[in-house]
């Protein structure tokens, strides 16, 4: 069993909650847009294991250091992360057949600021953008999921809502 905290877009912001938040999980993934590489550096200490991918508005060290898709496996359970994917229903060019091919069961993507977690009956998988975690962007509320991977079971799916904005 793995309890994973999950980010996205965070544009160079820290938020010390991500900390307190994420306390006791075994991992956390960050979706893209990091905005810079101490953000991971920072995940890092709090946690044993940090994935991060790059998104559109990440260069330098986040760019050489974070692929712009990772597809791993947690307890038994294939999963793609990436900054842009879309979602049930409105996948981006390619994903819809790269999903298929690589039996994902778990997507987790970023870039729309929206949070969404939505299970796709046709792919038989879930779908996670955990919405964004800073303060850059339009989103009214900034957002923090954290999740239960036991076995092929996804469960406990949680929603924090750090701040809403003014």
Request: glycine share 10%; proline share 4%; net charge negative.
């Amino acid at each position: 069993m793995k309890k994973i905290g999950i980010l996205s877009d965070t544009h160079g912001y820290w938020d010390d909650r991500y900390a307190t938040h994420f306390a006791g999980c075994d991992e956390v993934w960050h979706a893209g847009d990091i905005g810079h590489y101490e953000i991971i550096e920072k995940l890092r200490d709090i946690v044993p294991v940090v994935r991060a991918v790059s998104g559109n508005i990440d260069h330098g060290m986040v760019r050489r250091k974070c692929p712009e898709l990772e597809v791993f496996e947690v307890e038994g359970v294939r999963v793609l992360l990436t900054h842009i994917g879309g979602y049930p229903g409105r996948w981006a060019p390619g994903m819809k057949k790269l999903l298929k091919e690589e039996g994902i069961k778990l997507m987790v993507c970023g870039h729309s600021h929206i949070l969404k977690v939505i299970y796709d009956k046709d792919l038989d998988l879930l779908h996670i953008n955990p919405g964004a975690a800073g303060q850059q962007g339009w989103h009214k509320a900034r957002t923090l999921i954290r999740l239960t991977v036991d076995g092929t079971d996804m469960r406990d799916c949680e929603i924090i809502e750090l701040a809403t904005r003014p």
